[in-house]
């Protein structure tokens, strides 16, 4: 069984913040993906990142960075100098070997909320 | 850039309605899915499909839902009798390989 934990359920913070979003997942697979997905007030899911389980050099994307930590099954994801449209509510996800990554099992997401 | 596009944006339906819910994937994605979330809640993977069946299914996608691929490029999402616990928003994805891609989203309003 896959789980995703996101354990903030709202952060709240001002322009020019830093903020992380902590991830932590379980997974019986070796072999896995993880995501972060954006879903903005519209509603649409915007892709954001993804990880092989293989890959643990953390990944820096302008103002984003994800950092990437196997012995703690942790994906956190970090914004530098936060934005107003920044706020949204952020989804981690995880795919494995085992549903032939055919699947992605969602966290319950962290809403941001970034102020003038 | 290619993107998974989904009609209607937005359904409002009675209970107990047939619905259809239309999606058209990336042109040379081989993999479809629908995915499911419910006003505040988390994205739940409802079904794959591949190579003209079903694949994977979860515990939600029962007797009421099914999925067909009437054509080369449409993928469609029924609900058989809707209920009013299926309002939610409905997300269809594709992928060749790699990452998924998911559309803008139908959002189901069952009164």
């Known amino acids: 069984a896959q789980k995703v934990t996101q354990a903030q359920t709202e952060i709240s913070v001002v322009e020019k913040e830093d903020v992380t979003l902590d991830c932590v997942y379980e997974?019986?697979?070796?072999?896995?993906?993880l995501f972060w997905y954006k879903q903005p007030p519209s509603g649409e899911l915007v892709f954001l990142i993804r990880?092989?389980?293989?890959?643990?050099q953390n990944e820096i994307s302008g103002r984003y960075s994800w950092n990437f930590q196997k012995s703690t099954s942790s994906f956190n994801f970090t914004i530098t100098a936060s934005q107003v449209v920044d706020s949204a509510v952020y989804f981690c996800?995880?795919?494995?070997?085992?549903?032939?990554?055919?699947?992605?099992?969602f966290g319950k997401g962290t809403m941001l909320l970034v102020s003038p | 850039e290619p993107e998974v596009t989904q009609t209607p944006s937005h359904q409002v339906t009675q209970m107990g309605q047939e619905v259809i819910l239309r999606c058209v994937p990336i042109s040379n994605h081989l993999y479809f899915y629908w995915y499911r979330q419910i006003l505040g809640q988390k994205v739940e993977f409802l079904v794959s499909?591949?190579?003209?069946?079903?694949?994977?299914k979860s515990e939600i996608f029962d007797d009421q839902f099914s999925v067909e691929r009437p054509d080369g490029s449409n993928f469609t999402l029924k609900i058989r009798s809707t209920k009013l616990e299926d309002s939610a928003m409905y997300f269809c994805?594709?992928?060749?390989?790699?990452?998924?891609?998911f559309g803008e989203g139908s959002r189901l309003t069952v009164l």
């Open positions: 997974t019986r697979d070796t072999t896995y993906y």
């Open positions: 499909f591949y190579n003209n069946e079903i694949s994977e």
């Open positions: 996800a995880l795919s494995g070997l085992s549903s032939g990554y055919s699947t992605l099992t």
């Open positions: 990880r092989n389980s293989f890959d643990e």
């Open positions: 994805a594709s992928r060749e390989a790699g990452e998924l891609f």
